[in-house]
């Protein structure tokens, strides 16, 4: 089955910092790549996402690269700010509007 | 742009009440809607998946006679908690699959802190 694995949290930056939360996927076929982010209290917001091998997806900042060799989709960010602290999940489908599989999360923790 | 609204947003409640839980689409019509779960500084659980005007399909795991789904309408489906416990306690989110124009596969609603006491 589809499966997603991130690295654990929480992650501790100091404004500014570079930032990468590592993620790694397990899937039959080509599946859609997906991060979404938490807020405190709050559902899950789209961040970013990509479709198919080597799309780049970018938001706010954030990028993340469908890697099909390395099965990865990590998210990158080059400067992080206090208000991105929150949870940020990344996610598949096995079609874009099929049943989304989430990892565990990653807390990111933003010092100013 | 698509929205979903989840209500209530907090629930606390005594041991043993039942608890509804509202999930709407606001601006458009939602053919698919979804319940997760998600405990303190873990994952989302798929629950279940409801189809508008067909019994919901369960998750491996999940208690159909507890957890009672609603999708009458193309923009409303109800989460129903019978006789809550406290492990019943969580943070549920709804989701509403979006058009296949649509930029995103699912939006999701703000969640329902639930506290059985």
């Known amino acids: 089955g589809n499966s997603v694995t991130q690295m654990e949290g929480p992650v501790t930056l100091s404004e ?5 939360i590592n993620c790694t996927y397990t899937a039959t076929g080509y599946p859609s790549l997906f991060w979404y982010v938490q807020y405190p209290g709050e559902g899950l917001q789209l961040l970013l996402k990509a479709t198919k091998a080597d799309d780049k997806g970018s938001n706010k900042g954030f990028e993340a ?6 099965t990865s989709f990590h998210l990158e960010k080059g400067s992080v700010q206090v208000s991105d602290s929150a949870v940020y999940f990344c996610a598949l489908s096995d079609r874009v509007y099929s049943t989304l599989t989430f990892g565990k999360g990653t807390m990111l923790l933003v010092s100013p | 742009g698509a929205v979903v609204s989840q ?12 608890v509804k839980i509202e999930c709407r689409s606001l601006d458009f019509q ?8 998600q405990f303190p500084k873990q994952s989302l659980m798929l629950m279940a998946t409801s189809n508008e005007g ?16 609603n999708h ?8 129903t908690v019978t006789s809550a416990h406290p492990e019943d306690s969580s943070f549920y989110i709804c989701s509403a699959r979006g058009e ?12 329902t802190r639930l506290s059985i006491l």
């Open chain 1, 65 to 70: 690269t469908y890697r099909k060799e390395t």
């Open chain 2, 100 to 111: 296949e124009t649509d930029y995103q596969p699912q939006h999701f609603g703000d969640g």
């Open chain 2, 7 to 18: 209500h209530p947003s907090r629930v606390i409640c005594k041991s043993g009440t039942s």
């Open chain 1, 16 to 20: 500014e910092a570079f930032l990468t």
């Open chain 2, 30 to 37: 939602a053919t698919t809607m979804f319940w997760y779960r």
């Open chain 2, 54 to 69: 067909s019994k919901a399909t369960y998750e491996q795991g999940v208690e159909k006679d507890k957890f009672l789904i």
């Open chain 2, 72 to 79: 009458a309408s193309l923009t409303l489906s109800t989460l």
